[in-house]
């Protein structure tokens, strides 16, 4: 059985930093494309970030490129989201999911397997 397990979620100020990971069950984490995704409170869940498997090739939400770094450790089977100069509209619940249908890296619905997400909150 296939687990996603996030951690590094907390309470930070505007500005500060986080770095959130996900550390996935499974001897075949290396052959998924991995993504973080969130959901703040009224609001639909969005796309944050992407790795891709082969390529190691990432995308990012207009949102939060140029701030936030997605990698990953296939040693590991751990995918890491390090959040810079974070504000309070990236407070949410964040996920991560894995192993998208082909084609569907920007769509929360096209992944099979997702974790049971950590809470983000920024202060002003």
């Known amino acids: 059985q296939v687990q996603l397990v996030e951690s590094g979620g907390g309470l930070v100020q505007a500005g500060g930093s986080l770095r959130l990971s996900c550390t996935a069950s499974?001897?075949?984490?290396?052959?998924?494309?991995m993504g973080w995704f969130r959901q703040a409170p009224g609001k639909e869940r969005e796309f944050v970030a992407a790795i891709r498997w082969n390529s190691g090739n990432t995308d990012y939400s207009d949102s939060v490129k140029g701030r936030f770094t997605i990698s990953r450790d296939n040693a590991k089977n751990t995918v890491y989201l390090q959040m810079n100069s974070l504000n309070p509209e990236d407070t949410a619940v964040y996920y991560c999911a894995a192993d998208p249908r082909v084609g569907t890296i920007f769509n929360g619905a096209g992944y099979h397997y997702w974790g049971q997400g950590t809470q983000v909150t920024v202060s002003a």
């Open positions: 499974g001897r075949t984490f290396i052959t998924w494309t």
